[in-house]
Nanobody
Framework: QVQLVESGGGLVQAGGSLTLSCAAS????????MGWHRQAPGKQRELVAR???????NYADAVKGRFTISRDNAKNTLYLQMNKLAPEDTAVYYC????????????????????WGRGTQVTVSS
């Protein structure tokens, strides 16, 4: 019900910066939070950063102080500013959205579904 399209990935040298974008479309009003995850080769997908509708954020310890997540509600776009990139940041970065809906029960029961983008590759050379 929500489509997400990431952009902004690429190849960068260690110490450099990149900004990822994620454009959302569809049932935007269902979104309660958005986030960035990443998956390196041979590793599990991990949370990088998350932002709720109230603006509160949380970050993985590995990126605190280097990455900043933000959201432009007018443009329905999520961003991830990445500074001081290191080779260990190399991964496919995925945008996700938490969608809050209510089942037609009495009383209505809230459920959370998740939408994901297809990912954008970030490669950091040493």
């Amino acid at each position: 019900q929500v489509q997400l399209v990431e952009s902004g990935g690429g190849l960068v040298q260690a110490g450099g910066s990149l900004t990822l974008s994620c454009a959302a479309s569809g049932s935007i009003d269902l979104i309660s939070a958005m986030g960035w995850h990443r998956q390196a080769p041979g590793k599990q997908r991990e949370l990088v950063a998350r932002i709720k509708n109230d603006g509160s954020t949380n970050y993985a310890d590995a990126v605190k102080g280097r990455f900043t997540i933000s959201r432009d509600n007018a443009k329905n776009t999520l961003y991830l500013q990445m500074n001081k990139l290191a080779p260990e940041d190399t991964a496919v970065y995925y945008c996700n959205a938490d969608l809050e809906m209510f089942l037609a029960t009495v009383p209505p029961r809230p459920v959370i579904e998740y939408s994901w983008g297809r990912g954008t590759q970030v490669t950091v050379s040493s």
